[in-house]
Antibody, heavy 117, light 107 residues
Framework: EVQLLESGGGLVQPGGSLRLSCAAS????????MTWVRQAPGKGLEWVST????????YYTDSVKGRFTVSRDNSRNTLYLQMNSLRAEDTAIYYC??????????WGQGTLVTVSS | EIVLTQSPATLSLSPGERATLSCRAS??????LAWYQQKPGQAPRLLIY???NRATGIPARFTGSGSGTDFTLTISSLEPEDFAVYYC?????????FGGGTKVEIK
């Protein structure tokens, strides 16, 4: 079965760090670019970051540049998002997604990150 | 940053009716626009990509059109399972952006 499974979310204090993981299965992971999209509670979707299939290029939305780092381990079929200096406005469900023609196609179920003291 | 403005914010319709959703970009995205459907508690689902291409398994009642800055998602005849929130999304330039969403609710 083709699927993505996120983990690593939780409650963290402002200024803290978390690393999200996204385990892929059912497809050839190293053939596809991957992306992170987040959704604050009751709000719309926000693109966060994208990484190419070979990890040669990464992209970030301005609000997370310098704080978040996307990476992948193609030998482990896993995508990561290292989040540092977390802020209250980073509170959201974080989805990982596989790209099709540059668009998020296959999505995980999401993992909730709550930044609060 | 390209801003995507969706209208209306809410569309109240009955099953069987036609739904027309709009997405306007602050500058051209060429044809690099997609539409997603999201139901409560679920991840979004890709419906349409590159303006008019239906994703795998998407029924023919979903049609995308437009180019440049003005795009439309049409649902020809609403089924009960189509009541949800719809988002447009552009990949024409970085940073990628999503519209604010249109909620299609049962009238």
């Amino acid at each position: 079965e083709v699927q993505l499974l996120e983990s690593g979310g939780g409650l963290v204090q402002p200024g803290g760090s978390l690393r999200l993981s996204c385990a892929a299965s059912g497809f050839t992971f190293n053939n596809y670019g991957m992306t992170w999209v987040r959704q604050a509670p009751g709000k719309g979707l926000e693109w966060v970051s994208t990484i190419t299939n070979s990890a040669s290029t990464t992209y970030y939305t301005d609000s997370v540049k310098g704080r978040f780092t996307v990476s992948r381990d193609n030998s482990r079929n896993t995508l990561y998002l290292q989040m540092n200096s977390l802020r209250a406005e980073d509170t959201a469900i974080y989805y990982c997604a596989k790209l099709l023609a540059g668009y998020p196609n296959l999505w995980g179920q999401g993992t909730l990150v709550t930044v609060s003291s | 940053e390209i801003v995507l403005t969706q209208s209306p914010a809410t569309l109240s319709l009955s099953p069987g009716e036609r739904a027309t959703l709009s997405c306007r970009a602050s500058q051209s995205v060429s044809s690099y626009l997609a539409w997603y459907q999201q139901k409560p508690g679920q991840a979004p689902r890709l419906l349409i990509y590159d303006t008019s291409n239906r994703a795998t398994g998407i029924p023919a009642r979903f049609t995308g059109s437009g180019s440049g800055t003005d795009f439309t998602l049409t649902i020809s005849s609403l089924e009960p399972e189509d009541f949800a929130v719809y988002y447009c999304h552009q990949r024409g330039s970085w940073p990628l952006t999503f519209g604010g969403g249109t909620k299609v609710e049962i009238k």
